[in-house]
């Protein structure tokens, strides 16, 4: 059994409305809708336990009253703090619970997809929580405003929610927390105390917590965006899959930095080529291109051409994106894989998805890239190089 809880008992100073902002209109219902909604769709979830203030208690109980096709529910009131809430909420999670999710109910865009991979990661690893790469580089700065350190971005993670847990693991954290008197920044941080580790799912850059009046614009035009996009699905039955696959390689050389997916991994070596030498973005791009009968990466970017050289894949990776869109295509999913004895690729893929899935205006669940080894066999074993396979399908759309 699977229970989410979702606290929603903040005062949204920032929001500068007045009021709990996620009673604030969004689209066509409240922000807190959007969640329960999105939630009671998901056949993994069984139950919702919503947290509000005190003096909301009510309010929150007509609304969902009146709203069809949900899970069970209880409104509980919450704390002073968010974790003060949770713990209200996790005294009437049902016992027969397994798995306890918490996600902000301000955060309205969470989409089904996002629950079901944080679910079976929570049921795996005990602990998962929904994460994006950093894409900016993040620096830390003392009281006076002067720079002291800047960070190495590819360790970063922003954080979001749903966040997944062992109910018994959950409960346990928060029981240690307030024998402690210790108040984290969020659920997974309570966890960590107790020495567990947390598996990071790779979530959308569009799972937003909406926080300031321009958070609910944007929430609302993305909104808007996936409900047209649905309908405009729904009304074409002129749409054909087209296939396509891809293949690279690239030597293993010194003096070059090791790109792969547009991520730099640490190692002695890097790969040899005109560009970056992205060998796993390389196999995609043909891919791509091979699915649209479009040639390959050599005919739209040659390597006899001067303004590629050293370029970023994930610049061309974006313009094939466009070549695609342009011939009346739309990526549907992507696999790869790469191959390579060393170094050790499997915690950069994470990043690797983001990565590509942002440069073609996917989501996460649209790609997914694998790595593999060759025991040791052929020239990537014997670490002399690297290749990658891709496998891409699209939608001709008339």
């Not at 309205?108 to 049921?123: D, F, G, H, Y």
């Not at 370029?311 to 342009?326: C, P, Q």
């Amino acid at each position: 059994m699977v229970t989410v809880i979702i606290p929603a008992a903040g005062q949204g100073k920032r929001m500068m409305r007045g009021g709990n902002k996620v009673f604030l209109p969004l689209v066509d219902m409240p922000v807190l809708l959007h969640s329960v909604l999105t939630f009671s769709a998901c056949s993994e979830v069984d139950n919702l336990v919503v947290v509000v203030a005190s003096d909301e208690v009510v309010q929150v109980q007509t609304m969902l009253c009146n709203l069809t096709g949900i899970k069970p529910w209880k409104v509980v009131a919450g704390g002073s703090e968010r974790q003060h809430s949770i713990a209200n909420a996790i005294k009437v999670v049902p016992s027969t619970t397994k798995t306890i999710l918490v996600h902000d109910g301000a955060r309205p865009l969470i989409t089904e997809e996002c629950i079901t991979n944080v679910i079976k990661a929570s049921v795996v690893h005990k602990a998962a929580i929904v994460a994006v790469a950093v894409k900016n580089t993040i620096k830390t700065v003392d009281e006076d405003g002067w720079v002291t350190d800047t960070l190495e971005r590819r360790k970063l993670w922003s954080v979001q929610t749903p966040q997944g847990f062992d109910a018994h693991l959950l409960r346990k954290a928060y029981e240690q927390a307030e024998k402690d008197q210790f108040v984290g920044t969020d659920d997974a941080s309570l966890v960590e105390r107790l020495g567990v580790r947390v598996k990071i799912v790779c979530g959308c850059y569009d799972n937003l917590k909406v926080t300031t009046p321009e958070d609910l614009t944007i929430a609302e035009a993305l909104l808007k965006e996936r409900k047209s996009m649905v309908e405009s699905k729904g009304c074409d039955n002129n749409e054909m899959m087209r296939v396509g696959m891809g293949y690279d390689v690239h030597k293993l050389v010194k003096n070059r930095k090791l790109i792969l997916g547009g991520v730099e991994i640490p190692y002695e070596l890097g790969l040899d080529g005109h560009s970056d030498a992205d060998v796993l973005l390389h196999a995609i791009k043909d891919a791509l291109l091979g699915a649209a009968a479009l040639g390959d990466i050599g005919r739209h970017f040659p390597d006899t051409d001067i303004q590629y050289k050293g370029v970023s894949s994930l610049f061309l990776l974006k313009r094939v994106g466009e070549i695609i869109a342009e011939h009346g295509y739309l990526v549907h999913n992507l696999d790869a894989t790469i191959v390579a004895q060393r170094p050790k690729v499997a915690m950069y893929i994470p990043e690797m998805n983001c990565n590509i899935a942002a440069a073609l205006g996917l989501k996460i669940g649209q790609v997914n890239v694998k790595a593999t080894t060759t025991e040791g066999l052929g020239f990537a074993g014997k670490g002399e190089g690297i290749a990658a396979y891709a496998v891409a399908s699209i939608l001709q759309v008339e």
